[in-house]
């Protein structure tokens, strides 16, 4: 159930009631859940604008409002507010139909029929994947999960950087390598394996020919080039598909999209925006004119489809990615999960998309962009020695220092179920100190802050599932059909709360913030909590005993089902 969506529906119809039926409706959940659960504050903007009395308006569409339904009580206060609190039976019925959804929590299908595809993670397949690539990773694995769960088709696109000059450069090395019978062992470091060959691609002009030579033959379809340059992307994709793994994200080798896939397409795209006169020929050099976006010293913004020498630029290969997300994928909705620096670049490709209608208007194409996470000096996160952090060797610190914590807390656990134990809230540590950020901000990563088990931490998130669980084990079998009393404000506010996850997932895939998702499970932990201390639970009576585990229950389940859609691992016991 969408709450919010049905409370806004019987708002409309009473601004309609009381002659207002055009003014925007502003629905909120109510800062001070003493005054209500919700807050109409649209009623002052009408009367002003039909020049009638706002508490004498707010009234009338108070006195609209339906009486049956979902509503408790509602009074004006100030100077037209209209505060709503919601009936106790209504959030009781809500809690049962949740509650017997084990699989969805009662959440619809608001998704259903768009298809959207999601581009994110690009890992240079020159070099192994650092720390600059996690954000994209799992906010776009993230977003992902929620648009899966709300029910659309996503197709996952990890558009990766397989064709090029480069490829000459290291197709040309990897064959040294073959000869001195050390492939396999360089490529096991693929950094350093490309630091080596453009060493010698820069000092040694007999290799730099033979790396040309190869770039042809490699565009030229030579099948014994081609099977050179397979292997360097296997090699270089499995490293990839490690880190996924770790990560617990939804990638595989399947979703993998390189540049080389549209390689047959990229001249079309061009000679059709020239022929268009979309495109012009600017001294051999095939750009679009972007007159929308601001000029650089003095010249106006240009989009770049095709160099003087006739060669293309990633800028081409994603007009004829998006054509193909369109065409034969037949998407509804394009991300484009990519740091914050590409805005222009991705407002450039909508522009020439919109205008050569390869982006029909009933197609959403959004740019999802994201800061820079920054060490504790407040630059970017970096090792001490001024290089860039290994992903892989994040990976393997957050569960070391997991574990160390899991050692000091519990040391007689076995060293199996230790190493279970930190490697979900290591990996979930991680994770969840970036998607419960803006998106937008760049953020200081800390090891402290991220595993403390107290404060919006995955830790503490982990560990309130844990405690729901516990408490559900001492109890045992219970009545799930006795009707949920809430006669308690703690109980009704963790009531409202739980009911508002639909909600929360809309918002989360519309405005493609994960840390809404966070943010909410953050208030259902610390409202539980809340609910736990004020109201006794295994000691109350029978009915208000079964009651109050239903609301556990659920707490405990929306929980799971949050950080899974958040892509962390729960457990039952830590």
Not at 221 to 227: C, I, S, Y
Not at 320 to 346: E, I, M, W
Not at 381 to 387: E, I, L, V
Not at 405 to 426: C, F, H, Q, Y
Request: glycine share 6%.
């Amino acid at each position: 159930m969408n709450l919010h969506a049905l409370l806004t529906a019987d708002v409309q119809a009473a601004f309609v009631a009381a002659g207002i039926g055009d003014a925007p409706i502003v629905l909120q959940t109510a800062k001070n859940p003493e005054f209500g659960d919700y807050q109409i504050n649209g009623v002052m903007g009408a009367a002003k604008k039909c020049k009638a009395n706002p508490r004498e308006l707010a009234q009338t569409v108070l006195a609209a409002l339906p009486t049956d339904t979902w509503l408790g009580s509602a009074e004006v206060a100030g100077p037209g507010f209209i505060n709503l609190r919601l009936n106790a039976d209504f959030l009781a019925k809500e809690l049962q139909a949740a509650l017997n959804d084990a699989a969805r929590l009662n959440v619809g299908l608001p998704a259903s029929g768009e298809v959207v595809v999601i581009d994110y993670s690009a890992p240079n397949l020159a070099k192994e994947m650092h720390v600059g690539h996690l954000r994209s990773t799992i906010i776009g694995d993230s977003l992902n999960r929620v648009w899966t769960f709300l029910g659309a088709k996503v197709i996952a696109q990890n558009h990766v950087g397989d064709w090029g000059t480069q490829f000459g450069m290291l197709v040309a090395y990897l064959v040294e390598q073959q000869a001195a019978g050390s492939a396999d062992y360089a490529l096991s470091d693929l950094e350093q394996f490309y630091r080596n060959a453009k060493i010698r691609f820069d000092e040694d002009p007999d290799f730099a020919d033979t790396a040309r030579d190869y770039v042809v033959k490699l565009q030229g379809g030579d099948e014994k080039v081609l099977t050179l340059w397979r292997h360097f992307v296997e090699t270089s994709l499995a490293h990839a598909q490690q880190i996924y793994t770790r990560l617990n994200t939804l990638l595989t080798p399947e979703d993998v999209m390189g540049e080389s896939m549209y390689n047959d397409a990229l001249q079309p795209c061009v000679d059709e925006l020239m022929q268009r006169n979309i495109a012009r020929d600017d001294n051999g050099t095939k750009l679009v004119d972007l007159p929308d976006l601001p000029e650089r010293d003095g010249k106006g913004a240009v989009y770049i489809i095709q160099k003087q020498d006739g060669g293309f630029l990633y800028s081409t290969t994603d007009l004829a990615c998006l054509r193909y997300s369109v065409d034969q994928l037949k998407a509804t909705r394009l991300l484009y999960v990519v740091d914050a620096r590409q805005s222009l670049h991705f407002h450039a490709l909508f522009d020439v998309c919109r205008r050569a209608g390869w982006l029909p208007e009933n197609v959403h194409a959004e740019h999802i962009p994201f800061g820079t996470m920054m060490g504790e000096d407040g630059k970017p996160f970096k090792t001490r020695s001024g290089d860039t952090v290994k992903l892989l060797d994040l990976l393997d610190e957050a569960e070391e220092r997991a574990a160390a914590l899991v050692r000091e807390k519990n040391p007689d656990l076995s060293a199996d179920d230790t190493a279970r134990i930190a490697r979900a809230v290591g990996i979930g540590a991680v994770k969840y100190a970036d998607l419960s950020k803006n998106r937008i901000s760049d953020y200081v990563f800390s090891w402290d802050s991220m595993l403390s088990f107290e404060g919006n931490t995955a830790p503490y998130l982990q560990y309130a599932y844990t405690r729901v669980a516990s408490l559900l084990r001492r109890a045992g079998a219970y009545d799930v059909q006795v009707t949920c009393a809430l006669n308690d404000p703690a109980e009704h506010r963790l009531a409202l709360a739980l009911l508002q996850f639909s909600d929360v997932l809309c918002s989360v895939a519309d405005s493609g913030n994960p840390h809404y998702l966070a943010a909410y499970l953050y208030q259902i932990a610390t409202l539980f909590s809340r609910f736990y201390e004020s109201c006794p639970i295994l000691q109350a009576a029978e009915a208000v005993k079964n009651s109050r585990l239903q609301l556990a229950d659920l707490s405990g389940r929306t929980l799971k089902q949050g950080l899974e859609l958040l892509g962390i691992e729960v457990l039952e016991v830590m």
